[in-house]
């Protein structure tokens, strides 16, 4: 402990240069750990979307449903998907299970007919665990969006939301009459009259001009579908679980394919990819300003005690413990820089999130966001495990300088 | 107990070899021994290979009986960390530490809890005078108290051997002769052996034996 005692004693010699150095060990962590919190943010903000855009936590489909596409409605759908759902809802580990229908077909207005991408889903349950009223009320803003509402729960009713831009390009407005048609399972041409109940902004203007939904009666009614369903969507009672429970889901539905959520959202995929790759190289370059600044803090501070290490030789030090001394100093370094920048971090965050600042919106939404940096520990224990390491290797070479040093000349250094 | 058998070290300096060449000489046990010479004599190269900070490139260095010159650096770090002393002329004590715990250093480096070296640093801190004086810092001590700092860091291993570099050139002559008078009881108290090198009349007059060098070679020896 000598040695421990010695390094802290030298690192509050110099106390601007120490001082100096922490700065840049703290701007480091700071620099980090924020970027961490604000990935985390980003994260948690695309699973939610994801998840509560209508994947759920698992997906059960059938084999073989995500490979090419479907010659008619429902021909890769479940065909007892009303029977599966019911006995999902039974297992311990579900919440709920949300079953949906997705097809495509014409939507027409009279003089114009537009493509669209439709999906059936359970008006009274869909509301309860998917984010659709929020983009139901984005809308509301849009033109024509005003007085939106949900589908009814009632079977009777032949309703439909629109996506704003279908909407536009249709001429269309809450409480417009249009016809959706589609071919039923067996291939014949089906068509079905429906009421705009509302439009709903997905943030995406791809998503928007083509989407609609409608709630499953509607749909079962236009694709005599009866109890088949495309896909259920399995929400969770523990989301953390998802991994395990698609194993075990899995193992307990042989006849499908249970798939979790983060293996279909390939758009979160992507984007966390690229946050990886785009703070990865900032990382990197942050620890390698770390590394050189630190490592020239600790050779000067070698230079200066040429003597005094000369003297600690002749008195018997080895070589490898003057190694030691200078690795004691960079551990102090980066265990007093890596607290004061925890403590700058949790400042930091405390401040910027209570300025609610609104971050512009991501690439190919349409929407901006409140900026709400996470408190990640895990982030900032590997920031600061990942600046101790550099500490350590930036303490390394002036190390080896003064482990070197011929102790007759370094006895007459001046 | 220190014994040069035909030792040469020589290198170059200022474009002129200096150094020591073929001296043979031996120091007993318990005594003020002084390297005398003008500067450039030899005094300090051969205090560094008594030391083993060096190795000659000819001959031998005992101490104690054992062939010392030939071995390996971890075994001389080992010797000199339990066997040897040193005082320096700029008496070179830690800044960052106390007198006490410079003087705890070499028997924390060695190893001993930190009771131990605490009471013996004390004790040898309190044998050169500076009981009072245990939490200092070198800034706040006088040269000379620095230097009694040096002695005691040297002694509380309890050392075969002290080597001194011109310990008094870096004082006035009123703290220089209390410190070889110290030396000299210490050597006489403890039976360690203090080799000095100095070209102080005054250092030269306390000692038990001077060997006077001249030009790398050994030129007369005073038994006294």
């Not at chain 1, 010699?13 to 700065?23: D, F, K, N, V, W």
């Not at chain 1, 729960?153 to 249009?178: C, F, K, N, Q, Y």
């Not at chain 2, 005094?43 to 190795?55: E, P």
Request: net charge neutral; aromatic share 4%; glycine share 10%.
């Amino acid at each position: 402990m000598i040695l421990a005692r010695l390094a802290l004693r030298n690192l509050l010699r110099q106390r601007r240069r120490t001082a100096l150095t922490l700065m840049v060990v703290v701007a480091g962590f700071l620099a980090l750990s924020l970027a961490g919190g604000f990935m985390a943010q980003t994260f948690q903000g695309l699973a939610d979307g994801a998840i509560r855009g209508g994947l759920g936590h698992l997906q059960v489909m059938a084999p073989g449903a995500l490979e090419g596409d479907e010659a008619q409605s429902l021909e890769k759908a479940l065909p007892e998907g009303e029977a599966l759902a019911a006995q999902l809802r039974q297992d311990p580990a579900v919440a709920e299970v949300l079953p949906r229908i997705q097809f495509m077909g014409l939507l027409s207005s009279g003089p114009k007919s537009v493509a669209f991408l439709g999906t059936a889903v359970d008006p009274a349950l869909e509301p309860k665990h998917m984010a659709c009223l929020d983009a139901l009320k984005d809308g509301a803003k849009a033109r024509g969006g005003g007085g939106s509402r949900w589908l009814s729960t009632d079977p009777a009713a032949r309703e439909v939301i629109l996506g704003t831009g279908l909407a536009r390009s249709l001429g269309a407005s809450v409480g417009s009459l249009l016809t959706l048609m589609s071919t039923t399972r067996d291939g014949a041409l089906n068509a079905l009259d429906v009421e705009v109940v509302g439009l709903q902004d997905q943030g995406l203007k791809e998503l928007n001009d083509r989407v609609l939904t409608v709630g499953l009666a509607t749909a079962t009614q236009l694709l005599d579908a009866g109890p088949a369903r495309s896909r259920l969507s399995v929400v969770l009672k523990r989301p953390g679980d998802t991994a395990a429970e698609q194993a075990r889901l899995q193992a307990l539905l042989p006849g499908t394919t249970v798939k979790p959520w983060f293996e279909l959202a390939s758009f979160y995929r992507q984007v966390k990819l690229l946050y990886y790759a785009i703070f990865g190289f900032m990382g990197l370059v942050l620890f390698l300003v770390v590394l050189l600044a630190t490592a020239n803090t600790l050779l000067m501070s070698v230079m200066e005690r040429v003597r005094e290490f000369g003297v600690l030789r002749a008195m018997g030090l080895r070589p490898g413990q003057l190694l030691a001394l200078l690795q004691w100093e960079g551990a102090f370094l980066g265990l007093f820089g890596s607290a004061l920048g925890l403590a700058a971090t949790l400042l930091l965050r405390a401040g910027l999130n209570a300025l609610h600042l609104q971050m512009p919106a991501p690439p190919g939404t349409s929407h901006g966001y409140e900026l709400d940096i996470h408190l990640v520990p895990g982030v900032y224990a590997l920031v600061a495990l990942g600046l101790q390491a550099t500490l350590q290797v930036s303490a390394l070479f002036p190390g080896l300088k003064a482990a070197k040093l011929r102790i007759v000349e370094a006895l007459r250094h001046v | 107990m220190l014994e040069f058998r035909e030792v040469t070290r020589a290198y170059e300096l200022g474009g002129e070899r200096a150094g020591v060449f073929g001296v043979s000489l031996a120091v007993p046990k318990g005594c003020l021994a002084v390297l005398a010479g003008p500067s450039g004599s030899g005094k300090t190269t051969l205090l560094q290979l008594a030391g083993l900070l060096d190795q000659p490139d000819g001959g031998a260095v005992l101490l104690d009986g054992q062939e010392v010159s030939s071995l390996s650096e971890r075994e001389r770090c080992g010797l000199r960390l339990s066997r040897l002393g040193f005082v320096f002329q700029a008496f070179n004590l830690v800044p960052v530490l106390t007198a006490l715990e410079n003087a705890m250093l070499p028997l924390q480096l060695q190893g001993l809890p930190e009771d131990e070296a605490r009471r013996r640093a004390e004790a040898a801190l309190k044998r050169v005078g500076l009981s009072d004086r245990l939490h200092h810092r070198p800034g706040q001590l006088s040269g000379g108290q620095q230097q009694r700092a040096a002695i005691a860091r040297a002694l509380a291993p309890d050392p075969l051997l002290v080597l001194a570099d011109e310990p008094t050139a870096s004082l006035d002559h009123a703290h220089g002769g209390p410190l070889m008078d110290l030396m000299a009881e210490l050597a006489a108290e403890r039976g360690a052996t203090f080799l000095v090198a100095s070209h102080d009349p005054a250092v030269i007059a306390r000692a038990d034996h001077v060997f006077r060098l001249a030009d790398g070679r050994l030129i007369e020896e005073e038994h006294r």
